[in-house]
């Protein structure tokens, strides 16, 4: 998982990156995690929480990729998992310019629940 960071200097919705499964926050050796089986949009505009997009609606193409607006009403059935994990690695965290990091066999389980 790619660590991502919040801009001030560009638009909220520029600070809005995928989440095909899973967004998690962690500290201190605690990480809360959110599950799903869609692919929603999160960001984390302040440092204590997130806010994950579930559905967006553009009235003409926005140049990336779709070629198309997105105007469907389609009813969505949307679960989310929350984890709480006590006792995580926070070490890749803590470092700048660290790479990537990975999810605990706990989450792995959760989201083959979800699929």
């Known amino acids: 998982m790619s660590r991502r960071e919040?801009?001030?200097?560009?638009?909220?919705?520029?600070?809005?990156?995928?989440?095909?499964?899973?967004?998690?926050?962690?500290?201190?050796?605690?990480?809360?995690s959110v599950h799903t089986r869609q692919s929603l949009g999160v960001a984390s505009p302040k440092t204590d929480g997130f806010e994950i997009m579930l559905d967006r609606r553009l009235l003409r193409d926005d140049g990336r990729g779709l070629g198309?607006?997105?105007?469907?009403?389609?009813?969505?059935?949307?679960i989310f998992h929350l984890t709480f994990e006590s006792n995580v690695?926070?070490?890749?965290?803590?470092?700048?310019n660290a790479g990537p990091v990975s999810p605990s066999l706990f989450s792995h389980r959760v989201g083959a629940h979800l699929n």
């Open 6 to 32: 919040t801009y001030d200097k560009i638009p909220i919705q520029g600070n809005y990156y995928p989440m095909p499964s899973l967004a998690f926050m962690q500290s201190e050796g605690q990480r809360f």
């Open 68 to 78: 198309q607006g997105v105007t469907d009403n389609h009813p969505m059935n949307i």
């Open 89 to 96: 690695s926070v070490t890749p965290d803590l470092i700048p």
